[in-house]
């Protein structure tokens, strides 16, 4: 094993024990990191009204879109890291990190310089609300170039979960969601640059976050010393990069995408209320299914090092009490969703005709919780083996076949109107389900996919 002080055996030990430990310190790290969104869009609502939701709302989730392309690469890096951990094969490590580091630089350059050209046809495409439009174009030029320091992060995160140490990053996320609030409350509050002025609180916020990352890390004596000759571009890592890491982020990318068409969907029939409703949801969402997306990441994290060791057996144990442990969590969101609505959008300030709408959408869309378990424990089990392209198969079915030809459907073809947008949702997850229980039984996702022996 490599230097303990940033690595955890995973390959022994109690299962339960392993995936909780390890999920604790992802599970705050991600809280904390999801108070960035939150916190603009609160203190946006509080300052500048549903214009400010609606304008981070829309823009947001092209960023999004883009940032979980960056994780879905990353996570191919995990797993690869991760079995080479459990192989103790080290010097396949330090090539993965350089090769994985690389790599995300060069596509955030390239990501950004694109993007940069097609900001406002993305924005007409969206049907971005007028009142609301200069500040989600604010809001995305500002992200996009900042973009490298949140693809530096997610790098630096993903190498991390990889050697078993969820704990390190989380000092980090500590500082820079503290950095991101006060410097909301500055640019927002004092200085009134509304969406903007959230744009750039987050992307300082990051790019603290990523050095101070690196600076620990070179202090500690990481096992890779970020010196300019270190970083060398392996082809082998590359292709197993590509191969374990793009099916993921390609499905992310496609899942996202097809929330981002729900948007376009929801500002052409209900304008700067219903888009704000939904985002106040997507934003609950997003902070109620953080245990879940812990968990996920212990599982795939357990499995890629057992994998490496060749321990099948640990891996069939945490899939099924990581399994358990989604049920749980997904269980007390979903009443909370349909006990608590009215007082979810009255955390974001909501005004009384976002509510009326927001209340009709999240008791459509709670339904999600009901199917989600089987979706995200499994899907764990494809990333952790490498065989993300199933987890890719299940995604574009779930998302295009069902998500969206559902959702103009219920919309307009029934005149459910926003409702329908909340049933296609879980509708979608429950086939996404189906699919990912047939092929866990299948025993496909047992051929491995990182190359131990290369």
Same mark, same amino acid.
């Given at each position: 094993?490599?230097?303990?002080?940033?690595?955890?055996?995973?390959?022994?030990?109690?299962?339960?024990?392993?995936?909780?430990?390890?999920? %604790?310190?992802?599970?705050?790290?991600? !809280?904390?990191?999801?108070?960035?969104?939150?916190?603009? @869009?609160?203190?946006?609502?509080?300052?500048?009204?549903?214009?400010?939701?609606?304008?981070?709302?829309?823009?947001?989730?092209?960023?999004?879109?883009?940032?979980?392309?960056?994780?879905?690469? =990353?996570?191919?890096?995990?797993?690869?890291? +991760?079995?080479?951990?459990?192989?103790?094969?080290?010097?396949?490590?330090?090539?993965?990190?350089?090769?994985?580091?690389?790599?995300?630089?060069?596509?955030?350059?390239?990501?950004?310089?694109?993007?940069?050209?097609?900001?406002?046809?993305?924005?007409?495409?969206?049907?971005?609300?007028?009142?609301?439009?200069?500040?989600?174009?604010?809001?995305?030029?500002?992200? !996009?170039?900042? $973009?490298?320091?949140?693809?530096?992060?997610?790098?630096?995160?993903? %190498?991390?979960?990889?050697? +078993?140490?969820?704990?390190?990053? !989380?000092?980090?996320?500590?500082? #820079?969601?503290?950095?991101?609030?006060?410097?909301?409350?500055?640019?927002?509050?004092?200085?009134?640059? +509304?969406? #903007?002025?959230?744009?750039? *609180?987050?992307?300082?916020?990051? #790019?603290?976050? @990523?050095?101070?990352?690196?600076?620990?890390?070179?202090?500690?004596?990481?096992?890779?010393?970020?010196?300019?000759?270190?970083?060398?571009?392996?082809?082998?890592?590359?292709?197993?990069? @590509?191969?374990?890491?793009?099916?993921?982020?390609?499905?992310?990318?496609?899942?996202?995408?097809?929330?981002?068409?729900?948007?376009?969907?929801?500002?052409?029939?209900?304008?700067?209320?219903?888009?704000?409703?939904?985002?106040?949801?997507?934003?609950?969402?997003?902070?109620?299914? !953080?245990?879940?997306?812990?968990?996920?990441?212990?599982?795939?994290?357990?499995?890629?090092?057992?994998?490496?060791?060749?321990?099948?057996?640990?891996?069939?144990? *945490?899939?099924?009490?990581?399994?358990?442990?989604?049920?749980?969590?997904?269980?007390?969101?979903?009443?909370?969703?349909?006990?608590?609505?009215?007082?979810?959008?009255?955390?974001?300030?909501?005004?009384?005709?976002?509510?009326?709408?927001?209340?009709?959408?999240?008791?459509?869309?709670?339904?999600?919780?009901?199917?989600?378990?089987?979706?995200? *424990?499994?899907? =764990?089990?494809?990333?952790?083996?490498?065989?993300?392209?199933?987890?890719?198969?299940?995604?574009?079915?779930?998302?295009?076949?069902?998500?969206?030809?559902?959702?103009?459907?219920?919309?307009?073809?029934?005149?459910?109107?926003?409702?329908?947008?909340?049933?296609?949702?879980?509708?979608?997850?429950?086939?996404?389900?189906? @699919?990912? $229980?047939?092929?866990?039984?299948?025993?496909?996702?047992?051929?491995?996919?990182?190359?131990?022996?290369?």
């Amino acid at each position: 094993m490599a230097d303990g002080k940033f690595t955890k055996d995973l390959t022994t030990g109690s299962v339960w024990r392993g995936l909780i430990l390890f999920a %604790i310190p992802l599970f705050i790290s991600n !809280l904390i990191q999801s108070v960035y969104s939150v916190a603009d @869009m609160m203190i946006l609502g509080h300052f500048c009204g549903t214009e400010g939701i609606s304008a981070v709302n829309t823009s947001s989730q092209v960023i999004v879109i883009i940032t979980n392309l960056a994780m879905g690469i =990353a996570t191919g890096g995990t797993v690869m890291i +991760g079995q080479f951990l459990g192989a103790g094969q080290m010097e396949k490590i330090k090539k993965s990190i350089s090769t994985l580091l690389i790599s995300l630089l060069v596509l955030a350059i390239v990501i950004t310089t694109i993007l940069l050209i097609l900001t406002k046809p993305m924005l007409d495409l969206l049907n971005t609300p007028s009142d609301s439009y200069e500040g989600a174009n604010d809001y995305l030029v500002i992200n !996009l170039v900042g $973009l490298i320091f949140v693809f530096g992060y997610n790098a630096l995160s993903a %190498i991390m979960r990889g050697l +078993g140490d969820s704990k390190t990053p !989380l000092l980090f996320v500590i500082i #820079a969601s503290i950095t991101n609030i006060v410097l909301d409350f500055i640019l927002i509050g004092v200085y009134e640059k +509304g969406a #903007a002025g959230a744009a750039y *609180a987050t992307i300082f916020s990051q #790019a603290l976050s @990523m050095l101070l990352c690196i600076i620990y890390l070179k202090s500690h004596n990481f096992m890779f010393d970020f010196k300019l000759k270190s970083f060398i571009f392996d082809s082998k890592c590359f292709k197993n990069l @590509m191969e374990i890491g793009l099916p993921n982020g390609i499905q992310m990318v496609a899942t996202n995408f097809s929330f981002l068409i729900l948007t376009g969907i929801i500002n052409d029939i209900g304008g700067d209320a219903a888009n704000a409703a939904s985002g106040i949801v997507n934003k609950f969402n997003g902070f109620a299914i !953080l245990p879940c997306v812990a968990v996920m990441s212990s599982i795939s994290a357990m499995i890629s090092q057992n994998m490496g060791a060749r321990k099948e057996h640990r891996t069939k144990q *945490a899939t099924n009490c990581g399994l358990l442990l989604i049920c749980i969590i997904c269980a007390v969101i979903y009443t909370i969703a349909n006990i608590f609505p009215e007082e979810i959008f009255h955390i974001f300030d909501a005004e009384p005709d976002v509510i009326t709408v927001g209340i009709i959408y999240i008791h459509a869309f709670a339904f999600e919780y009901v199917f989600l378990p089987l979706n995200c *424990a499994y899907n =764990a089990v494809f990333t952790g083996t490498g065989n993300g392209w199933i987890t890719l198969v299940i995604n574009i079915v779930a998302s295009f076949i069902v998500r969206i030809p559902l959702a103009y459907l219920l919309t307009f073809g029934f005149d459910l109107g926003i409702k329908g947008i909340g049933y296609s949702i879980p509708a979608a997850t429950c086939v996404g389900s189906v @699919m990912a $229980l047939i092929f866990y039984l299948s025993g496909v996702w047992k051929k491995n996919k990182v190359e131990l022996n290369a």
